[in-house]
Structure formats: structure tokens, C-alpha cells
């Protein structure tokens, strides 16, 4: 059986494109035995990505069998993985993401490093290991890149993120503003989707403190476009809540034009939203000024809170 | 305050070196506000060599201060690093172990590689980043490589391994298994050890399945030595046991001329050995033909017949 190589559940433009560059680089150490699969459906801005560069999708998996061997791209935490992810043998992960409930019975190769995204650690290997770079690989990269620093806004972008995503937008052959915007309004649009999709599209679950906490992130272009359908998401957002006993559930709603975020917080520890940013709720709501990272501000700001 | 970098409890020569080596990477990198430390007294190897290659031994801490920033080296598991490791700022760690009971609230910079020691690892930054190698580090690390490896013959060996070696050999100035065979010799010795330092010299605690598992080494040219004293070794053993709580504790004594261990097991657990290595245990004793590794034959056998 090949070695599957996937990114965490909710597949984001990063954790798609990096299991494929991925591919590509095992593939060229002349490791032909592997294949980029995802644990999940694309967003609609992942497809853009995809199909402005000409490549297709990962099929779509969601367990892994005992044993199995794996890599792991841009995730470690065990509950934001396969099913069953516990009892494969992971091979190699490459992420950008704190360590956190993730263990192996042998060594492994582990990469990992603060920078924004993945794919700025993918494009060092291809320097460090002579590799060319294909103009596909270049743009999904670059995709990543600007995904995951909304196009270097985000406080999470490092100097390395955006000396990558230029150099990756020449070889790819576009221009970094103008395809960056292009394809964040593909992924920015709310009105065809439903509630569900819309609170499970970009959701992670976190452990802090004993306390069982969801956080969905929705990159929009116009907040009240999302605001207007509150009582839809809420219901959707409660129904979660019960059936996997969340404690606390943040719907977090980035306008990535302006880089600040309104949140909704439910949940029985739905106060904690006051705490961690030094707001208050009106009717469980709260605009966070600058606020446009989950992992750099909304997860640490929130296990401050709780802990 | 300085950045403290070491590695684990009972330092070996590959966590000591590591640690200075790291220290004078990053200097190397432009990072001054770096300190090489250790968890405990350096044993006769590790002496051996830092005397050999005109290097200092560095200073000895036993815990961190809550939000200390640290760099590890040569281990990652909590319960292997100092006392209140859990509330430092981990930035950095080079690790060729298992990952297992590590976790952080950020990202950091995390590079582990199965390979047979951190030396390995270190060898590559430096050719990676293109940072010359002065002779003194070349001998710290060839150093490394020759105690994780027992002069290339453990299983953990990988081809890197063995090439880096010969590499820092030349770079060092000498013969690999003229200088190889003399410092794990300097190491070998038993005669003027208690029975709590060669229990201790060398100890490593996992947990598995809920068992509080404690694995010590020693490598020696003469088993026989050892288990002169082996109502002595019981006794200090059996402290231990009862006061650590634990529910196996395997004394593994190596024979690094011949390639195999004789194993001493105690605690309630003893006969997990018998299922590890498919032997009879004789007065809690046994034979463990070509077992040489703790990390790839003992942990992974032990972990198996515990689950």
C-alpha cells in the first residue's frame, strides 16, 4: 500500500497543496511510493488555487488502518487527523503548528518551524536538496503562502513567508497582489453555502485545560453578509455543541480587507471570549480589532483564559 | 538571561556535545545570548572526550524558571528534561528520538531525524548553512556519533550516521576506531563506580500503558564485573523501585566488544521481559543475543509487551 501524505481534517489551501508538494518532493527523492490524499472536500478557494495551476484534487480519505504508513503535513494534534491516526506509523511530519498531543513509539523525522505556513518550509527543501521547481508546484505553494498570511497580513507572517511567496509568485508566473486577491475572494464568498458548511469549513478542535474547545474561522469580504444569518448558525452552531460536548464553540468571521474579526461564542464557557481579548459580548458577539490569526491570537489569547 | 540549551538527565556524551555544539551554531547564526548546560555530571566517556579535544564541561542546572527560553537537545519527553520543563519557553529543539509526552503553546522550531544520535543532525546544519567546522567541534561531534553508535555496530546506525562519522574523523584529526575504541573504554569501567551510579549513569524513564518503566545502561568489555556485585545492584535497585514507584526496572549491562547484553529485571513487571525478548528469565536474569539499543530494541520491545 502507498504511503499516504495528508493535512489536517477541513482541508485548508495549505494542508491541500502541501500533501501534493509533498508528493512531489518524495517522489524526486525517488520515493515513488506515496500519494497525496486529503480528509476532506476543498473549500471553494483551494479549488481556485488547483484549478488556475492545472493540477487535481487529492481523493478524499478518512480513517487509516493500524499500521499504515504515513506523513503528516501542516497538523500534528491527533484530533485534528485521520481516524485512527494513533496506531499508524508516521513516518515524517512537516508542520508550522505548536506540538500538542501527538506521540510515536519510534523516532521519526519531524520537522518543524514557526513560520506562517507550511509551504515556506516545503520551499527550503526544495533549495537545501538542489530540486528544481516546477511552475505548478511554484503556484500551489504560493497559494499556500498567501492563504495563510491572507497575503502577509496576518501577524502570524514571518520575513521568510514573504521573501518565499515572491520569489515562488516569479516562478509561477503571476502577480502576487492580483492572483493573491483573486483567489481570497473565491474562497471569501458565504451566500452558497450552508450553515454547517460554513461553521465546519475551517474549524479545529482544541484541548485546554481539560476544557473541550471548537474554533471555525470564516475569511469574508463582508461580515454582515455572515451577521444576517446568525439564528441559522446558531442553531447549527448548538447542535454541535451537544452532540460533541464542546465547552466552548467560537465562530470567528475575519474580513480579510480590513484584518480585524467579529466572533460568536457559545458554549457554557462562552465568557471566557471576555477574558482572552478584554472585550465585552453583546448578545454573544464582540468585534476583535486586529484580530486575524487563529493560531497566533485567538488559540494562545484563549488557553491564557482558560488556564 | 541566556538561552539555555541541554539535553537530557544523566548526560551522556551525544546530549553534552549536542548542547555545546548547538550553542556554537547559534553563536555561528549571530545568536550571543546562548549557554550550553547540563543536567547532571558528565560520566568517564563524555569526559574522556572533552578532555581529549580541549573543551570545558559546561555548568550544571537541575530546573528551569517558569517562562525560561530553552533549546533541547537529544531528547524531547518531559520526564527526561529538567525540573519544570512544562513551563519554559521551548524555541528550539534537535532530537533522533520517539516523540512522545512533549507539548507547547506556540510553534516552535522542531527538527528530529531517525537517525542514530543528534551529532548527525548538528553535522548537516552546519553543512546545510554552509558554517565551517573548527577541529574542536569536529571532535565533540565525532565523539557523539561513536557513543550513540558503539563505533558504528548498533543497530541505530544509519548510513548517515557512519559517513558523518568518518567525515568529522578527518576533520578532527583522527583515526575513527583507534580514537573510538580508546574513549568508550574510558567509559567501560565499573570498578570504581557504586551500585547507584551505574544504575543511574546512564537511566531513562517512559511510560507505557500506564507503566512507569525505568531503563538503565551501562556499556562494558567485561559483564562479569558487573554482575559480581549483582546483590548490591539489586538492593540499590529495589530502592529506587519502591521509591519512584516504579513497575519495571531493567538494568541492561552491554557488551560493546561482543554486541550483546545481559538484562537484570526487578519490580512488579520483571516477566514483561520474558514476553519482550521471547526469553526465560534465570534468577531474573537473561541473555539478550545482539541487543544493544535501548531506543530500537529494548523501548519498542518493552512497549509491545506491555500494550
Redesign the interface.
Known amino acids: 500500500m502507498s504511503i499516504k501524505i495528508f493535512g489536517h481534517q477541513n482541508p485548508d489551501t495549505d494542508t491541500v497543496t502541501s500533501a501534493l508538494v509533498l508528493e512531489y518532493i518524495e517522489r524526486a527523492r525517488g520515493n515513488d511510493d506515496v500519494e497525496a490524499v486529503m480528509l476532506g472536500e476543498i473549500g471553494e478557494e483551494t479549488a481556485f488555487a488547483l484549478n488556475y495551476f492545472g493540477v487535481d484534487a487529492p481523493k478524499i480519505i478518512d480513517s487509516v488502518i493500524d499500521g499504515e504508513r504515513v506523513m503528516l503535513v501542516d497538523h500534528n494534534e491527533f484530533q485534528q487527523s485521520a481516524t485512527n491516526i494513533e496506531n499508524a506509523e508516521i513516518l515524517k511530519v512537516y508542520d508550522?503548528?505548536?506540538?500538542?498531543?501527538?506521540?510515536?513509539?519510534?523516532?521519526?523525522?519531524?520537522?518543524?518551524?514557526?513560520?506562517g505556513c507550511t509551504a515556506t518550509i516545503l520551499y527550503k527543501v526544495f533549495k537545501?536538496e538542489g530540486l528544481d521547481i516546477p511552475k505548478d508546484m511554484a503556484g500551489l505553494m504560493l497559494s499556500a503562502v498567501i492563504s495563510d498570511t491572507l497575503l502577509f497580513k496576518s501577524p502570524t507572517t514571518t520575513k521568510e513567508d514573504e521573501v518565499t511567496g515572491r520569489a515562488l509568485a516569479d516562478l509561477a508566473g503571476v502577480d502576487v497582489d492580483t492572483y493573491g486577491l483573486e483567489m481570497l475572494k473565491a474562497g471569501a464568498s458565504t451566500k452558497d453555502k450552508t450553515a454547517a458548511e460554513l461553521i465546519g469549513q475551517d474549524a479545529k478542535t482544541f484541548e485546554v485545560n481539560e476544557k473541550n474547545v471548537r474554533i471555525a474561522q470564516i475569511n469574508v469580504v463582508d461580515v454582515d453578509e455572515v451577521f444576517e444569518r446568525r439564528q441559522e448558525l446558531e442553531t447549527a452552531i448548538n447542535a454541535e455543541v451537544d452532540r460533541e460536548e464542546y465547552d466552548l464553540f467560537i465562530l470567528v468571521v475575519t474580513n480579510i480587507l480590513v484584518s480585524d474579526s467579529k466572533v460568536l461564542a457559545l458554549g457554557k464557557d462562552y465568557k471566557a471570549v471576555e477574558a482572552a481579548f478584554d472585550v465585552t459580548l453583546d448578545d454573544n458577539t464582540a468585534i476583535l480589532e486586529g484580530v486575524v490569526s487563529r493560531?497566533k491570537q485567538v488559540v494562545?489569547n484563549i488557553?491564557k483564559a482558560l488556564s
Open positions: 508550522h503548528h505548536r506540538i500538542s498531543n501527538f506521540e510515536t513509539e519510534s523516532p521519526l523525522y519531524f520537522r518543524a518551524e514557526p513560520v537545501e493560531k494562545p488557553t
